[in-house]
């Protein structure tokens, strides 16, 4: 057997491999590789582990949290990538691996996977959601710009302001719009707008220029600033034909800054003209509803002298009892008769598992029970108005009110007999009197 001579240092594993670490670092540390992602793993560490692999060879690869953070879109099992970092090796284990530092989609097209990738996630996530946008105000008084101070965007919003809507105050928030550290200045921008309170819309926007140049307001940290953001947001980024993750996020897209401050803002002599329009009908409005509500009150006072008020209210009290039962009993009639065409129609389809049909059923059921129950509502709330309505009339024709003003009943003592005319009295006849407040008898002294 060899044997090693007594003056050679024979090393540890561990001081093997931080050897060979320090050469492989020392050596190959910068370096690009491209190649299918595979083995991905994504642990609650928030770093990123995969193999970098290949048709001949492949070598694992970490990418840890700090830079993940850096990344453009959201890397998957089979895209292919290109990564930057060093090569090193773990010790613990002797493997050889690749610490990446960047990482970005190969080929032509990357940032516009990139860009798709995105779309994608935040679509899936409900940040474009439609029901979700804000409206914008119709009359604003102070509007805020996130832009570049010295680009021509900036300059396009405010002469437009300037011709069409001079009332409004301007607040701009200077940022940088591309570049390195652009995307965090976006976002603390439209922050710091929420945060001072000081605004009725919010317009981001710039020039146009490259996909690389408009990168910023593809980034997901803006995006999700915007949807955030308690401001209603007009984005009026690049050209007409450029679009933006920015554009599908906020509450409006402009097609240009000129754009954006029309959409913002009325036009002044426009607004004026209306406002006058509006004004002459709102008073031919006015007087009309006078009159019809005149009519109104006046037939009503004629129905109410034709009847006892105390019997319609009774009556319409009666009649609403009634309604009520029968709404109830048109629900449970109606539900009945949903449950029972439910079930004709599952049991032949039951051997067959309709789950859609079923679940269509199901939610055509709540649909049905949701409008009959809000039908029932506005009945017995109509009903209820309408009883309300009638009481009111009823108390004002109670004869205690008109005592409080003065007036005075007059009843013979004997029998309680009213008195209307002064010539049913005789002298010495007793009387009682009948005030707001009490009753007083008296004689009659004379005819």
Request: aromatic share 4%; glycine share 6%.
């Amino acid at each position: 057997m060899p044997t090693s001579p007594q003056n050679d240092k024979t090393l540890s594993v561990s001081e093997l491999n931080g050897i060979a670490r320090s050469i492989l670092e020392a050596e190959l540390d910068d370096v690009w590789v491209e190649g299918e992602l595979s083995n991905l793993a994504k642990p609650s560490s928030g770093h990123l582990y995969f193999t970098l692999k290949d048709d001949k060879a492949q070598i694992r690869c970490a990418l840890f949290r700090n830079r993940g953070r850096l990344l453009r879109f959201e890397p998957d099992n089979g895209l292919r990538v290109r990564v930057n970092g060093r090569v090193s090796l773990y010790e613990p284990r002797g493997d050889y691996q690749l610490i990446v530092n960047r990482m970005e989609p190969a080929g032509e097209g990357a940032l516009q996977q990139a860009f798709e990738q995105l779309k994608r996630k935040l679509f899936k996530a409900g940040l474009f959601d439609e029901a979700l946008k804000k409206s914008l105000p119709p009359f604003p008084d102070t509007i805020g710009i996130v832009t570049s101070p010295s680009g021509a965007a900036v300059r396009d919003i405010l002469q437009i302001l300037q011709r069409r809507y001079r009332r409004a105050n301007v607040i701009v928030y200077p940022v940088q719009v591309q570049g390195d550290g652009s995307a965090e200045q976006i976002v603390a921008a439209i922050k710091t707008a929420n945060r001072r309170n000081e605004l009725d819309l919010l317009i981001l926007t710039r020039g146009g220029g490259s996909i690389e140049d408009l990168w910023s307001f593809n980034d997901e940290r803006v995006a999700k600033a915007i949807h955030a953001s308690d401001l209603p947001i007009i984005s009026a980024v690049g050209h007409e034909i450029d679009f933006t993750i920015a554009d599908f996020v906020a509450d409006l897209r402009a097609p240009t800054p000129s754009a954006a401050a029309e959409i913002a803002t009325p036009e002044q002599a426009g607004l004026l003209q209306l406002l006058a329009a509006h004004e002459t009908r709102l008073k031919a409005l006015i007087k009309s509803k006078v009159t019809a509500q005149q009519a109104s009150i006046d037939n009503l006072r004629r129905r109410l002298e034709q009847c006892s008020p105390s019997t319609r209210l009774q009556q319409q009290r009666q009649r609403l009892d009634e309604l009520e039962r029968r709404l109830v009993y048109s629900i449970s009639r109606r539900l009945d008769n949903a449950r029972h065409q439910l079930l004709v129609t599952a049991r032949p389809l039951s051997g067959l598992r309709p789950l859609q049909q079923i679940k269509m059923a199901r939610e055509q059921l709540l649909q049905l029970k949701t409008y009959l129950k809000q039908h029932m509502r506005e009945q017995l709330k109509r009903r209820h108005h309408h009883v309300d309505s009638l009481s009111t009339a009823l108390n004002l024709l109670n004869p205690d009110h008109v005592l409080g003003r003065g007036y005075a009943i007059v009843s013979r003592a004997e029998n309680g007999e009213v008195i209307s005319h002064a010539n049913e009295l005789s002298q010495g006849e007793c009387v009682n009197i009948r005030f707001s407040d009490g009753c007083r008898k008296a004689n009659i002294t004379d005819e």
